[in-house]
């Protein structure tokens, strides 16, 4: 290998690579395959199936199976108390589950549901270092990334890099984007588009910590994309090794080509709107001001209410911004 080629392999950083595998528009994601129980008190129902990351109708974990020697008396309790039937893997919970269909009685019975929230593995100990998935995110033009293949190794432009005092994020766009937000297009739907890393600067990560943070980063998503798209499958990575994955659901439109205000080639400057947006989060007030901004932003994108209702919301949106920054901000009065 060429000496300048070997110098720039080794100056190169390697992309993340996805926590999941999702190679088909809307596939189904598989979470778990085995025995797994729903328990409400001290009563438990032992099912053998499968859990799974779904898309529609609505984006969540779902989970099938067969459950042995069950009769109706004893399922009709998990069906009147959904919020307090709990779905175990290994003696471990993974999230709060409710029952949707229930069949083939007496000897049996198939039965699926759904999970609120769903965290496999265990959620209170802190990492490393965090990886996650975003679907549906728009191109970018971004910085150099490595990627090992079979005969040698790829150089592409993937990166976008969000950095400020406390942490570090990385995310890259994946081998083929063009063709993958093709097949998104015709499809619609969902497709994992982008791959990312986040650290801490300074201590571990919690899982807790990353609510606040990753709906900050959602939004500033929202912002860059002009439609919903959030971190999904996040893991938590401690010596290489994955703690807890969590498969939560969260807001994520279903693929629109929309426009949106960032350039496709240039990401100059994005790194310190990050740093701005997350100074500007960490103030309640004005958290709530960023949160109803970028909702009638995204509606109005979505022309929503069609365009007399799109004009109706990009009005509102610049009396909010206007209200926030000269009336609250700069204290400058109106008279």
Known sequence: ????????????????????????????ILIYEGKFELKLGSKVIAITGKLHFEWFPTLGSKFSGTAVNVSFFNVMPFFNEPDKVDLLIDGVTFGNAKLTEVADFPTGANMEGTVSYGVRGDKSIPVKKVKFAIPNLRSFFG????EGIEFGERVSRTRI???NEDYLIVIDKRHKYEDFRKELKNKGGYLLLY?????????????EELNNLF???SNFLWFLNGRRCSP???????EDEVIWTEYSRTLVDQFKNVS?????????????????????WENDNDKDFLISAIHWYIEANAISGYVEGAIIMSQTALELIYNWLLIEKKKINQW
Request: aromatic letters at 12%; proline letters at 5%; hydrophobic letters at 35%.
């Open 1 to 28: 290998m060429a000496e300048w080629k070997e110098e720039l392999l080794n100056n190169t950083p390697p992309i993340t690579t996805f926590p999941v595998k999702m190679d088909q528009v809307n596939e189904s």
């Open 143 to 146: 910085n150099v990334t490595k």
């Open 161 to 163: 890099t969000f950095e």
């Open 195 to 207: 791959s990312g890393e986040l650290t801490k600067k300074k201590n571990n990560i919690r899982l």
């Open 215 to 217: 709906r900050c980063f």
């Open 232 to 238: 999904l499958f996040v893991q938590g990575i401690y």
């Open 260 to 280: 949106s205000w960032p350039q496709k080639h240039d990401i100059n400057g994005l790194n310190e709107l990050w740093q701005n947006f997350y100074l500007i």
